[in-house]
């Protein structure tokens, strides 16, 4: 690599001597002058098996590869930030697979859809940890392996935590080829043998390589692998995506402080209600008895507005007693608004999504939230979902069609949004509904002998069939 020089990280040696000191940080800050650092494409790290990885935007610091960490922290940290995340998730990753035809899925589709891994995940929470990974980093490696139990054909699908991967260093021609896994990347003081045996790499899958170039055989195992990359593409990064929300890294990190102040004012609330001065000469050991004193009765929870005595054996002339305020407002209050909003903002959501109701959404009505739901639906979600179709399972159903013969290529599949279809439109759709619709979009169990009967007005229901009859049957006037 040109520009600056490879840092090796001799794991091994390291693992040897956990005591030796490293020059690798595990301090994740952020630096306030570049708060979104750039990708150096000139500088790379060295793996333990002398293969070159890109770190996660290290910034000016080369040896500080924790990226990672700060924005794990940042959106744990933030109550706004993290709701957003999580309601995010949920929306976007709905539940299961439906059919755009409504066609029913076989049982052997619907067995691998329930059991896509050893941890006994299921598709419904493989897309809630890929869209929760996606909206908290914008990168998810998602690790394919295939082989055979018994004579059996297995596919096994697994969502990973970024903190344990890295990208590989570009080759020539400046592409990514293959992505490295190891416990290293999360920077522990301490490595075990174990930790070593477990890094891999592994290549990125791509629909225009040879199946050789795709998959690597473990041959310890007997088992194929490969990675798909799943990111959120931003101008100016080349190799590594970026969350949604990056504009607001610095309110959610803002949002923390200011709870944070306000923690250390309770935690260290020298408030005292009145203070009688007994003046006098004091000695420093006297002086300092007295702060220790004070300090030990007026920190703490349940030690506010009280009140400081301060006396002396050595006179006490001019003694006087002085009131204070000890009514305070919580600081950063208006300005903890403001962050919330620019972090709503920066996801693209709405704070009615994210559980925040404000005095001004009450009594607006249930139409007020569906219409939200319905703008979202268009804006957020579905081209979410889309996206994530077209470039994860898109290639992992073709795969496991190939391997496991399940048939999917038969189905238009979805991810299916059991959102209330009454409420997404102010137009009424109440005549275009079945009963069974209705009763499927409120989670009820289909009635068999509602077959086919449409709504028609509140509290009425008709059968196309008749109504057809009774049509015809009328004389015009």
């Not at 650092?37 to 070159?52: I, L, R, V």
Request: charged letters at 25%; aromatic letters at 8%.
């Amino acid at each position: 690599m040109q520009g600056s020089k490879a840092i090796k990280l001799k794991a091994q040696t390291e693992a040897k001597k956990p005591r030796k000191s490293t020059t690798v940080s595990n301090v994740a800050t952020q630096d306030p002058t570049k708060p979104i650092p750039f990708e150096n494409g000139n500088t790379a790290f060295s793996y333990s098996n002398n293969t070159d990885y890109l770190p996660f935007l290290p910034g000016n610091d080369t040896n500080n590869d924790n990226y990672a960490q700060l924005l794990l922290e940042s959106r744990v940290l933030s109550v706004t930030h993290n709701s957003c995340v999580a309601t995010k998730r949920d929306y976007c990753a709905g539940d299961g697979f439906v059919d755009k035809e409504d066609r029913d899925l076989n049982d052997q589709i619907l067995e691998w859809f329930g059991n896509m891994n050893l941890d006994n995940e299921d598709i419904t929470d493989l897309n809630k940890k890929i869209f929760e990974d996606f909206f908290t980093w914008g990168n998810v490696p998602i690790e394919l392996v295939r082989f055979k139990s018994g004579g059996t054909p297995k596919l096994f699908i697994y969502v990973h935590n970024l903190l344990d991967w890295r990208l590989e260093a570009p080759d020539d021609d400046d592409r990514v080829n293959g992505a490295i896994q190891s416990k290293l990347f999360r920077r522990c003081a301490f490595l075990t043998s174990e930790d070593l045996k477990k890094s891999k790499n592994l290549p990125l899958y791509s629909a225009n390589k040879t199946d050789k170039d795709n998959w690597f055989h473990d041959t310890e195992k007997d088992v194929f692998r490969t990675v798909i990359w799943y990111k959120n593409r931003v101008s100016g990064f080349d190799y590594y995506g970026l969350p949604s929300a990056i504009a607001a890294l610095i309110h959610q990190n803002l949002e923390y402080k200011g709870a944070r102040y306000n923690m250390d004012n309770f935690l260290n609330n020298l408030v005292a209600a009145t203070l009688l001065v007994l003046k006098g000469s004091h000695s420093q050991p006297e002086a300092d008895r007295i702060a220790r004193k004070i300090i030990g009765t007026h920190t703490g929870d349940g030690k506010r507005g009280r009140t400081v005595v301060l006396a002396s054996e050595e006179g006490i002339e001019a003694s006087s007693i002085q009131k204070m305020e000890t009514k305070t407002d919580g600081s950063f209050t208006l300005a903890d608004e403001k962050w919330s909003q620019k972090i709503i903002m920066a996801n693209q959501w709405d704070a009615i999504l994210a559980g925040i109701v404000s005095p001004s959404t009450l009594g607006k009505g249930s139409g007020f939230l569906t219409k939200i739901i319905e703008q979202k639906m268009i804006s957020v979600i579905r081209p979410a979902q889309r996206d994530l179709m077209d470039k994860v399972w898109r290639h992992i159903f073709k795969i496991a069609d190939q391997w496991l013969g399940l048939g999917l290529d038969q189905y238009d599949l979805e991810i299916n949004n059991p959102v209330d279809i009454s409420g997404l439109t102010d137009v009424d759709i109440t005549p275009a509904v079945t009963i069974n619709e209705v009763r499927k979009a409120k989670g009820l169990p289909e009635d068999p002998k509602m077959e086919g009967v449409y709504m028609k007005a509140t509290g009425t229901i008709t059968e196309p069939a008749k109504e057809k009859e009774e049509e015809g049957g009328k004389e015009d006037v």
